[in-house]
Every structure is written in structure tokens, then in C-alpha cells.
């Protein structure tokens, strides 16, 4: 079992339309939990951090962590063209050292 | 965030050869990491690169097939050493900077070995 599990998609949305991402977790010593984006032939990009249960917003941007569930989400609301990409949730303990779901790759359709 | 440039951008290299990969940072970081992302695959940890020591490695990675130097708080390398296809991939540096001391990739090393 791997420890960080995310669907990879593809998952193709209509322009405006809310995307839905989430990774699920095995070793719940994880403490801090953030979402990359990574566009195609560059580097991911940080999108959302956080270290708590909860929500958190910025933008068009909601992060949820749910510790007890051990479930992680990202959702884009309004959804633009140029979201398309391919999404990465991220774990870590108290290290920095990053655990990475397989990423979903978005496609929003104008 | 530290703006991050590595070199080369990609390259293409014959089974049996070595390359060397350098990530140079604008500012001072204390911590840096060396990924690989596989092909259609996400981001494996490969090792923390130390300054003024020798690199910590993953399970799975060793010092002989991937040598990282980091002579100073700003710059470091990765070597991929004898290279096979199976070493076919993106290598990406990483450092931790900022106020909330989050995690910054650079733009990665795509790597084809024929």
C-alpha cells in the first residue's frame, strides 16, 4: 500500500465548473500537508499549505484536511483554462522530506 | 519563495555514461532535496543534499550510482552515474525557504538515456 494515494485522472471539466481533488493517507504522523500544480515540462508549483485540520482558502482555492479520516482535498472553484494541469498533494512529518500522490492530471475545457 | 535554475534544462545520454546535474539557488537555504519523478509517474525523494557533508539517502538510493555535493548554501549537484534507460526521467531540486519554510522545486533536468 502505497502512503499517499490520489487518483490520477484524467478528470476533464467545463469552463466555471468546481474541480474536486483529493489524496487519502496512510501514516497519520503526517503533519503538514500541501497541494502543487505542475504545469507540463516545469517544476511544481506550491499552491496550498497547511498543518491543521481544517479549511483553508486562497482565491479560487479551498484546502481541506481531515486528520482523523486521514483524507486531504483541493477544490478550484470558477475554473479557468489555465488551471489545466496536473495536480500533486504532498505530505511530510516533521522533516521536510515531501511524500507525493501520483498527481491528477485537470483538463478545463473553454 | 528562492528563485531556483538548474543546468541543464535536458539532455540526452548513451548507456554506460554519467551526468551531472547542478541546481544553483538565489539565496541562502539551509535545506536541500534531490526528486526524481519517473516517467508518468509523481515525485520519489532521492536525498537530502547536506552542506558541508556527505547527502542522506532514501531506501533504494545510494551514493555510488547518485553522488550529490554541496559545497555551499546555495548550489548543489546530482550526479546520475552509468546511466541505463531505466534511469530515464526528471530530476528536480528542492529547497525550503520562506516565512512558513514551505518547499520550492526547480524547473528540473529531463533526462533520456539511449
Known amino acids: 500500500q502505497k502512503e499517499v494515494e490520489q487518483d490520477p485522472g484524467p478528470l476533464s471539466v467545463p469552463e466555471g465548473a468546481i474541480v474536486s481533488l483529493n489524496c487519502t493517507y496512510s501514516n497519520s504522523a503526517f503533519q503538514y500537508f500541501m497541494w502543487y500544480r505542475q504545469y507540463s515540462r516545469k517544476g511544481p508549483e506550491l499552491l496550498m499549505y497547511?498543518?491543521?485540520?481544517g479549511n483553508k482558502e486562497d482565491g479560487r482555492f479551498t484546502a481541506q484536511v481531515d486528520k482523523s479520516s486521514k483524507y486531504i482535498s483541493l477544490f478550484i472553484r470558477d475554473s479557468q483554462p489555465s488551471d489545466s494541469a496536473t495536480y500533486l498533494c504532498a505530505l511530510s512529518l516533521n522533516d521536510y522530506k515531501l511524500s507525493f500522490g501520483a498527481g491528477t492530471t485537470v483538463t478545463v475545457r473553454a | 519563495s528562492a528563485v531556483i535554475s538548474q543546468k541543464p534544462s535536458r539532455d540526452i545520454c548513451q548507456r554506460g555514461t554519467s551526468l551531472t546535474i547542478q541546481c544553483q539557488v538565489d539565496s541562502q537555504v539551509t535545506m536541500m532535496f534531490w526528486y526524481r519523478q519517473q516517467p508518468g509517474q509523481s515525485l520519489t525523494l532521492i536525498a537530502t543534499a547536506n552542506q558541508g557533508s556527505e547527502a542522506t539517502y532514501e531506501s533504494g538510493f545510494v551514493i555510488d550510482k547518485f553522488p550529490i555535493s554541496r559545497p555551499n548554501l546555495t548550489f548543489s549537484t546530482l550526479t546520475v552515474s552509468n546511466m541505463s534507460p531505466e534511469d530515464s526521467s526528471i530530476y528536480l531540486c528542492?529547497?525550503?525557504?520562506?516565512?512558513?519554510?514551505?518547499?520550492?522545486f526547480g524547473p528540473g533536468t529531463r533526462l533520456l538515456v539511449l
Open positions: 497547511t498543518y491543521s485540520s
Open positions: 528542492s529547497v525550503v525557504g520562506g516565512i512558513q519554510e514551505t518547499q520550492y
